[in-house]
Structures are given as structure tokens and as C-alpha cells.
């Protein structure tokens, strides 16, 4: 498409164009050289234009590199090239890491042209013999920057980075631009190249969160190879070798971990010192005291709700318990004043047939039958009702002296059979109590019979070995069977059910066991007491088990409190357990040690001969 004419003036076509017509041409020179290099390559001319723009940008580069000479460069001793900085050797100073594999490139060449050993000699100047020139700290700062690994190695150590952290003092006036710095300073050694900034004073919680968690997750590449004291490479064996890496790499380890350390206590320095966090901390803190004072006032609200419930409930049911007391009181007295009423009905029916009785001389004259028939009415006053009362006396108003004393012999007769029934049902009754105690005491254990003396170890065992005791049942049968005297072996079946039986018992039956257990108690110790103020008491003197002034539970404890105060090897053990007993002598004491050692003793062989018996099956 034609260009469109400028203004002023105006385009024409004179005539048609001819045919285009393709015409061979053949690059020589440099251009000869592109086309075999694109060939070669396999990609298009405006590629290679895009690489010639950007060889031409760093040779433009190259020409525009400054080198800052080194003062000291021909004082430098060739032996001591670690210490040297090879930055500065090769005048990249003011680039350090920052320069690239070109411009350190460049910069050797530079170098080289200018201190070759060779340019030196011919303008006439004193050249150092083989490897004592300084000439050789050039070949040596480009031979540690030009190889990646030992350039990394280099600058892990690079003497010019400071490795100092700002105080806490330095934070509190200028928190930002004093961290800001150190961050920005140590961010180099990341592996990570994102590194997040420190922020302002505006940061959101957010942006500083994701802050802190980078650097307390702080990947660093910086390692301390170079300051290794010994180069394997002299080693003159491969065991030296070995002992050099191994001296090597521990050093390492160590100066890393102080490197962490140090970026550590940069990060909580920071974190401590930051105003920001400060502030977050207190808003919530402020937060959570908002929180819990609204839940406070929530639940105390809900708490008084809950009191005004409860009170109007109490209210109501306090009515209503008052209603219903007052409603019981009325009836009470309703039913005391019937009571009443009834009872002085009663008393004017006995009085009436009492005077009836009287006037008629009790139906007799004879004085024997005469008293016989008072007892007779007195039992008819007692037994009768009251309507049964009113319609005797009716009749008895109504009737001569035989007939009035026919109806109070009919009366009688009643009254007798029915005592009569009574008494029968009574007998009945206790016949059937007796033989049910007489089945508990001689037949509750199975087919073998209780003694007196089994059923006292009986309910000596269940209180030794109470609920809870492993196989309690079958230890109790054992301990039985152990103190018995009648040679009848129980099993734990047989245990059980006659401890079953005795709960079933009346107390009055109860009673009776206990006191007839006293009584053979009582009968068969009479002799060692009446003995006793004759015969000289010894530690062992008591009768097991008899003790006249038993020992309570406040006692038992001081015992054992003071059992454990006071351990064997004390002086004066006895004394001093007896002084913290009130009421208690040594004698007391020690007798009561040895109850309880033979009560735990007794306990655990009944326990071993179960679990024996138990392994035997």
C-alpha cells in the first residue's frame, strides 16, 4: 500500500509495476559467517540479530567496566593468597559479588595486560623468581572467581560483610531503617532469591507474619570451606586425607550453626523490638478481654436468668407445698376432731355398757363369777367397735336381765374366737421364724453344719478382707479353714451362701449370735482374767484378739503417721510414737504394731495359698 502524499501535495500512479522477479545472491564476508552460524544452529536470522545486540551490549559493557586499581596489589604476598581479597586484586571492589564471569573476565584480562610479568621486564622493572611475583595472587583471585563453587566459597566470607547486629537500644529509636538494613545486608546468603521486606510501620499482620516465618525458616547457602585450616591435597596418604576432611567438615558444622545462631538472634531481636507486633499483641490482647468480659456478662446475665427461674419456682412450689401442709393440717384436725368425737363415743358406749353390767350385778351373785364377768366386759370394751357397742347397748335397753346377759355371753363367746384365731396365726408365725433360723444356723452352708466358733470367723474374715479383695470368697473359705478347730472344710460356694443367709436375718437373730459368741468368749477367757494380776506382764502377755480399750479410727491413723515419722533405726522409737498419741502407752503402741503385722501376715498367706491353689488347677 502507497504512503499517503504529505500535505500540500498529492499522489498520482504514472504506471503499473512489472512482475517482481527473485534474483540469486550470495553472502560473502561476515555475512557468509551468519548464515553458516544460523545453519549450524537451526534458528532464524532475527535471533541472531537479538545475539548480536546483546554481544554488542556486553562488549559496550565491557567497555564502560571501571577498574579501581588496588594500592596494595605489589605488597601482596603470594603464600598468603587466602587472606588476600581477591575482589580488590582484580579491581572489582566496588562490584564484589555483584560482578559478573564477563566483568571478571575483563577485569583479568586487564590486569594481565598491565602487570604481565613479561611487560613489566621489558619496561625494565625487578620481576620476583617463579612464584614469589604478586603477579601470582592475580592468577589466584581469578582462578577462586571464575570457578562458581570456590567464588561461593569466597564470598561466604567475604571480609567486608559485616556480620554485627543492631541492639535493642538502636531499635527502640529507629526500629525500620536500623533492621531494614540488616535484613537487606544478610538476605544475600537466601537460597531463596524472593525475599520479603521488612515493611513499615503500616504493614498489615499479614504482610509481617509471612516476614518472620521466612527468616525463622531462613535457607542459607553460606558455607565456611574456605576457612578450612587443612588442604586434603597434601595429604600424603588417603587415612590423612580422611582425618583432614573429617577435621574439615566438623569445623564447618560448627561455624554454620554459629552463622544460624547469629541469624536467629537477628529475627528475635527484631520480633521482640517490633513496635508492630507490639501493637498487634495489645489489640489482641484488648480483643480477647472484649471477648471474655461479653462472655462474662453473657453467662452472668443467663446466670441471673437461671437464679429468677429457680426462684420463681421455689416461689410456686413453696405456695404450693404451703397449700398442700395447710390442706393436711385441716384434714388432720378433721380427722383428730372425728377421732375425738369417735373416741368419746366410744367412751360414753363402754361407760353405758359398763353401767348396764353394773346395775343388773353383772347377771350374777356368785362373787367369783361376779369379778370373771367384770373381766369379761372390760374384754368386750376393749375388742368391741363403736357400732358394735351402740347395738349391744340398744339391745340391752331393750331387753330383760336373761336375755341382755345371753347377748353378752354370745358377745364373749365371739370376742374369745376371735383371740383364739389370733393367737393361732401367731403361733404359726413364730413356728415358721424358728424353723427358718434354725435351717440358717445348721444347714446354710450346704450339707455341713455352722459351729459358733465358724460363724465368728466368718464375720471376722469379711471384715479383713473387704469388697474388692481378688478372689476375696475363696481367701475367707482359706482363712476358715486355717483357724478352725471343727475340721470341716468350707469352699467359697459354701462362704457365700451362708453369708447371705446371715444378711437375711432378723437383727433380734443377729443379736443373739453375737451375744452368744460373747458369752463363749467371755467363758472360755475368765480364767487367763481372773489370773491376770498374779502372773507378770510381759510385751506378749494379751489374749489375741481381746482388747479392753479398743482403738479408734483417729488413733490408727496417728499410729501410722507416726510409724513413717519415725523409721526404725530412731532412738527412742516407741517413746516418741507413744508422745504423739494422746491416751497411748509404749506398751499400747507396740502391742498394736504387732496385731497389725500378724492381721497383714494372716491376709497374704490366705492370699498365696488362692493364687498356689489357682496355678495348681
Same mark, same amino acid.
Given at each position: 500500500m502507497l504512503c499517503e502524499a504529505p500535505e500540500g501535495l498529492a499522489s498520482a500512479v504514472l504506471k503499473p509495476l512489472g512482475a517482481s522477479v527473485l534474483c540469486p545472491? *550470495? @553472502?560473502?564476508?561476515?555475512?557468509f559467517e551468519a548464515l553458516v552460524k544460523r545453519r549450524a544452529r537451526n534458528v532464524s536470522a532475527s535471533f541472531h540479530e537479538l545475539e548480536d545486540e546483546k554481544e554488542s551490549s556486553s562488549e559496550s559493557e565491557d567497555e564502560e567496566l571501571q577498574i579501581e586499581e588496588y594500592p596494595l596489589l605489589k605488597t601482596l604476598e603470594p603464600k598468603d593468597w587466602k587472606n588476600q581479597d581477591h575482589y580488590a586484586v582484580l579491581g572489582l571492589r566496588h562490584l564484589r559479588y555483584k560482578a559478573t564471569q564477563r566483568q571478571i573476565k575483563s577485569a583479568h584480562k586487564t590486569m594481565v595486560l598491565k602487570h604481565h610479568p613479561d611487560k613489566r621486564k621489558a619496561a625494565g622493572e625487578q620481576i620476583g623468581e617463579g612464584d614469589n611475583d604478586y603477579f601470582t595472587c592475580i592468577t589466584k583471585a581469578n582462578e577462586i572467581l571464575s570457578d562458581p563453587l570456590k567464588r561461593r566459597a569466597f564470598? #561466604?566470607?567475604?571480609?567486608?560483610?559485616?556480620? #554485627?547486629? @543492631? #541492639? %535493642?537500644?538502636e531499635a527502640k529509636e529507629k526500629f525500620i531503617e536500623v533492621f531494614q538494613a540488616a535484613f537487606e545486608r544478610n538476605a544475600r546468603w537466601s537460597k531463596n532469591k524472593h525475599v520479603p521486606k521488612l515493611g513499615d510501620l503500616n504493614s498489615s499482620i499479614e504482610e509481617i507474619d509471612a516476614f518472620y516465618s521466612f527468616w525463622y525458616n531462613f535457607d542459607s547457602w553460606r558455607e565456611f570451606s574456605y576457612l578450612d585450616e587443612e588442604e586434603k591435597e597434601k595429604a600424603e596418604c588417603r587415612d590423612e586425607r580422611k582425618w583432614i576432611e573429617k577435621q574439615n567438615r566438623a569445623a564447618r558444622a560448627? $561455624? %554454620? +550453626? *554459629? *552463622?544460624?545462631? $547469629?541469624i536467629r538472634t537477628l529475627v528475635d531481636t527484631a520480633y521482640n523490638c517490633d513496635p508492630r507486633i507490639k501493637k498487634f499483641k495489645e489489640e489482641e490482647k484488648a480483643r480477647k478481654e472484649a471477648e471474655k468480659k461479653a462472655k462474662a456478662e453473657a453467662k452472668r446475665k443467663e446466670q441471673e436468668e +437461671? *437464679? %429468677?427461674l429457680k426462684q420463681a419456682e421455689l416461689e410456686v412450689a413453696q405456695l404450693a407445698k404451703e397449700k398442700e401442709d395447710e390442706e393436711a393440717r385441716q384434714q388432720a384436725l378433721q380427722s383428730k376432731k372425728e377421732k375425738e368425737i369417735q373416741k368419746k363415743a366410744i367412751k360414753k358406749e363402754r361407760q353405758k355398757l359398763r353401767t348396764v353390767c353394773k346395775n343388773w350385778n353383772y347377771f350374777t351373785d356368785n362373787q367369783t363369777e361376779n369379778v370373771k364377768m367384770m373381766e369379761d366386759v372390760e374384754k368386750l370394751c376393749d375388742r368391741l367397735e363403736l357400732v358394735s357397742l351402740q347395738t349391744l347397748n340398744e339391745v340391752l335397753a331393750s331387753s330383760t336381765r336373761d336375755e341382755g346377759q345371753a347377748e353378752i355371753q354370745k358377745q364373749i363367746q365371739e370376742v374369745n374366737a376371735q383371740l383364739a384365731k389370733e393367737k393361732e396365726e401367731a403361733e404359726a408365725r413364730m413356728r415358721q421364724a424358728t424353723k427358718s433360723s434354725d435351717h440358717a444356723a445348721g444347714y446354710g452352708g450346704g450339707s455341713k453344719a455352722w459351729i459358733e466358733e465358724d460363724l465368728q470367723l466368718l464375720i471376722k474374715g469379711v471384715n479383713i478382707f473387704p469388697a474388692g479383695t481378688n478372689a476375696r470368697w475363696e481367701v475367707i473359705a482359706n482363712f476358715i479353714n486355717s483357724h478352725s478347730t471343727s475340721g470341716i472344710k468350707r469352699t467359697a460356694k459354701d462362704v457365700i451362701h451362708k453369708a447371705k443367709n446371715l444378711q437375711k436375718l432378723d437383727p433380734q437373730q443377729k443379736d443373739e449370735i453375737n451375744k452368744k459368741a460373747f458369752e463363749k468368749f467371755n467363758k472360755e477367757h475368765s480364767t487367763a482374767a481372773a489370773t491376770a494380776d498374779k502372773v507378770i506382764p510381759s510385751e506378749r502377755f494379751e489374749v489375741p484378739g481381746y482388747d479392753i480399750n479398743p482403738w479408734t479410727a483417729e488413733e490408727q491413723k496417728l499410729l501410722e503417721q507416726a510409724l513413717k515419722s519415725y523409721p526404725v533405726n530412731t532412738p527412742e522409737r516407741w517413746e516418741k510414737i507413744a508422745a504423739t498419741i494422746p491416751g497411748r502407752t509404749k506398751k499400747d503402741c507396740m502391742k498394736r504394731y504387732k496385731e497389725l503385722v500378724e492381721m497383714v501376715k494372716a491376709k497374704k498367706a490366705a492370699q498365696d495359698q488362692v493364687n498356689t491353689t489357682r496355678l495348681k488347677k
Open positions: 545472491v *550470495e @553472502p560473502v564476508g561476515r555475512w564470598d #561466604s566470607v567475604d571480609p567486608t560483610f559485616d556480620n #554485627s547486629l @543492631p #541492639s %535493642k537500644s560448627q $561455624r %554454620k +550453626k *554459629e *552463622e544460624m545462631n $547469629r +437461671k *437464679e %429468677k
